[in-house]
């Protein structure tokens, strides 16, 4: 039975669930309930903007514990950045860009260290997209202290930022083009914000990128392409030497999943489950590889074109749309993945990332389906129901606690759950 969910105003969401029984495994058993459903990227301010596409989420990183998150979320969409308490539901930060055209694919958190400042530790937030232009802001100051075109093109985006782990001012740029951005951002701090951006590497995929991934084991900077995954060694020895020509890594995948053998293999997300392990969704496979990174490019030698053996295939959803993002957090031991009719598909990590043999594939610890929404914005101005059209969800964010998760999707939702109790059956 649909959970039903009242849609009434943008800030906060009242909703009521009805039990059910979800799927488990190995006796243990979760399930979410939906908490705030938001519509906070209304071109115009229109509560009844299903049009506008929300394209990612991402938690704060917690100043004092990396591992950890803060109860804020961040989301991108239209032409307009949110900060969202996911506890309240509460719109606690909004920023715009003045260009009207621009539209956010993609933001990255970072936590700076600044001397001067009280505390020292600063988040900070890089927001970019189809305009060329980085933005970084600093919620806690309210303010977008910076702008610049790094990519006059009109053809050309930026379709994905990642901060590095470990140098935390040190910020990739991923173009739609196939080229990899390194810039350094400096230390700006308030209340002037001083900063210079300073380039430190270009690389070239020379293949379309759709978002990135940075692993400490073996310094590798890991993009989701057109056709496979692309990676290259960035030391810190390269970073500081501006080296622009480093060798290029190319990793293949599994083909019998797909019926066209002569299909391109279209990796439309990528994301680092912890201890060296990678999950890779290719489009139109219908399942989530998961691999070890290490053991790859030890299997491979010198070789630049490296062949991939899952040590785990997931379930997934057979849909044949793209660019669905998975979500993943660590410490809270959850892989989460939307499809294109609005739900999520949880995985145990713990399970996934199992190293011995297993012939079959690994089932989802539970789907959540989308909630049966009664949407008043809707009814008043006699549109239809958000479910009469496919409800892409394209891109998911896990708190450290996996107590939330934050799901953003194509008709303009912030979709936001909260775990109920689970215990062992």
Request: hydrophobic share 40%; net charge neutral; with cysteine.
């Amino acid at each position: 039975m649909k959970r039903k969910l009242v849609y009434e105003t943008v800030n906060e969401v009242p909703c009521k669930s009805e039990n059910s029984s979800v799927p488990y495994v190995e006796n243990y058993q979760i399930d979410y309930e939906p908490l705030h459903f938001l519509r906070c990227h209304s071109r115009k301010n229109d509560p009844a903007d299903i049009q506008t596409q929300v394209w990612q989420c991402a938690f704060e990183p917690n100043r004092d514990d990396q591992k950890k998150t803060t109860n804020v979320v961040a989301t991108c969409g239209g032409n307009s950045i949110c900060l969202i308490n996911v506890k309240t539901g509460e719109v606690t930060g909004k920023f715009s860009s003045k260009d009207l055209r621009e539209m956010f694919y993609s933001i990255a958190w970072t936590t700076l260290f600044v001397e001067l400042a009280d505390p020292p530790q600063m988040n900070i937030l890089a927001a970019a997209g189809a305009r060329g232009t980085l933005h970084l802001i600093h919620p806690e100051g309210g303010v977008a202290f910076f702008e610049c075109q790094i990519i006059r093109s009109k053809t050309v985006t930026v379709s994905s930022l990642l901060f590095h782990p470990k140098q935390c001012s040190i910020l990739f740029c991923a173009l739609s083009d196939g080229q990899v951005m390194g810039w350094d951002i400096g230390s700006p701090s308030p209340p002037d914000y001083n900063m210079k951006l300073n380039c430190l590497l270009t690389l070239e995929a020379r293949l379309e990128i759709f978002n990135l991934v940075y692993s400490l084991q073996g310094n590798i900077l890991m993009a989701a392409c057109s056709i496979g995954v692309c990676g290259w060694i960035v030391t810190q020895e390269a970073l500081q030497k501006k080296s622009d020509s480093l060798p290029i890594l190319k990793f293949q995948f599994p083909r019998k999943h797909i019926q066209n053998t002569s299909e391109p293999q279209l990796v439309d997300s990528l994301v680092l489950l912890g201890d060296g392990m990678v999950g890779t969704k290719c489009a139109l496979h219908g399942v989530i590889y998961v691999w070890d990174l290490m053991a790859t490019l030890a299997a491979n030698g010198e070789e630049q074109q490296l062949t991939v053996t899952p040590i785990r295939v997931l379930t997934w959803s057979n849909t044949d749309n793209y660019f669905m993002n998975m979500g993943c957090h660590p410490v809270a031991g959850l892989l989460v993945c939307g499809d294109d009719r609005g739900a999520l598909w949880l995985y145990n990590l713990k399970e996934a990332m199992q190293v011995k043999e297993q012939t079959h594939e690994v089932q989802p610890l539970t789907i959540l389906d989308w909630p049966d929404i009664t949407d008043m914005n809707l009814d008043r101005n006699r549109k239809l129901r958000l479910d009469v059209y496919d409800i892409v969800v394209d891109s998911v964010a896990v708190s450290c606690t996996g107590k939330y998760l934050v799901a953003v999707t194509s008709n303009n939702m912030v979709c936001i759950w909260k775990k109920m109790k689970s215990w062992k059956k």
